[in-house]
């Protein structure tokens, strides 16, 4: 077989309706950073080139797997390269690893700039476990962990380790940030399992959606869609602007009552688009509304002030304290 993929055929494949999963993590770790004054443009850049590299590493991978094992032949969902028969397997094979490796070239980078070296292995376990959720002999993915994997890596890991690489401590604000953008990153996962639900136990691909069935796959939709949400209202004791986040729900509710309508194969689709908005928009406003609270605290990026009388209260920003670090 001889590739007979356009450049379209390629660009679907790397399904950038997905991309919101890697740079909402980004933006809101910045953030989360940018509310202690401590936010750096440089690292977030290349916080972004590593999750963005990743998550198309771990499409072409899923492509490449699932296609040779035959799970994808039946897909209601974007033409995927190796099932069509458009590319050669291996050569989408390596377009996944040639991903990955810029992944790590630039999370290297990343790991020695903020002097923390210990995430090299973070970065590599993130890597292993990009390529392991539908390769391999006993792929993870097919056994339920997906959406596991995915609050934890696009999640915790990204928005956790972004907002350390900038402060070098975890606040309990990126820790939140981590479990709303985990939860509703998972909620795309879930909702696309939710759309091959037939075809993957035909085929023996035992996701989370298989695992629960229909109705409990799409209660459980709801719940991770809207843990956002109720994040901003914890993130509003550090800082108030924080619920203006709720401007993300009109499109977060449009794909629950998609969802929750009883919608299968293609009309699910659009559920994608709406939670990435929902989640990308979200991430924005919260990042956007901490940086605030955190540029009327610090008066600029990285250069905390010293404590005066004349420093904001809580009735101001919604914090019950205020103890600044002596050295960061």
């Known amino acids: 077989m001889t590739d007979s993929a356009a450049l379209h055929h390629w660009w679907e494949a790397a399904r950038p309706h997905t991309w919101p999963n890697a740079f909402a993590p980004v933006i809101a770790g910045t953030g989360a950073a940018a509310l202690y ?41 974007p033409t995927r390269l190796t099932a069509a028969g458009l590319a050669e397997p291996e050569h989408v094979k ?33 890597i292993a476990a990009a390529w392991f959720y539908t390769g391999g002999k006993s792929p993870y993915g097919y056994s339920g962990l997906g959406e596991v994997s995915v609050f934890i890596f696009f999640g915790l890991v990204a928005v956790i380790g972004t907002a350390f690489t900038q402060t070098g401590f975890v606040s309990w604000e990126a820790l939140l940030c981590a479990i709303a953008v985990g939860a509703i990153s998972a909620s795309v996962n879930l909702a696309n399992n939710i759309r091959d639900i037939p075809t993957d136990a035909e085929a023996g691909k035992r996701t989370l959606a298989v695992r629960l ?15 956002p949400f109720v994040m901003s209202i914890v993130l509003a004791i550090s800082a108030k602007p924080a619920l203006a986040a709720f401007i993300a729900l009109p499109f977060a509710v449009a794909a629950i009552m998609k969802v929750r309508s009883g919608a299968e194969g293609k009309d699910l689709i659009p559920v ?57």
């Open 37 to 77: 004054g401590l936010a750096d443009l440089e690292y977030a850049i290349l916080a972004f080139i590593v999750a963005w590299a990743l998550i198309i590493g771990v499409n072409f991978a899923n492509d490449y797997s699932d296609g040779i094992r035959g799970t994808d032949e039946d897909r209601t969902g």
């Open 94 to 126: 390596l377009a996944a690893f040639a991903s990955f490796a810029v992944a790590a070239v630039f999370g290297i980078i990343l790991s020695i700039a903020s002097g923390a070296w210990w995430l090299i292995l973070v970065g590599a376990l993130c």
């Open 213 to 227: 069935g229909d109705d409990n796959s799409r209660r459980l939709f709801t719940f991770l869609t809207l843990v």
């Open 272 to 328: 994608l688009g709406m939670n990435g908005k929902a989640m990308l928009i979200w991430s924005v406003v919260t990042a956007l509304a901490m940086a605030s609270v955190g540029s009327a605290i610090f008066g600029g990026a990285g250069e905390p002030v010293p404590y005066t009388s004349d420093m904001p209260n809580e009735s101001d920003f919604g914090w019950s304290e205020y103890v600044p670090k002596e050295t960061f």
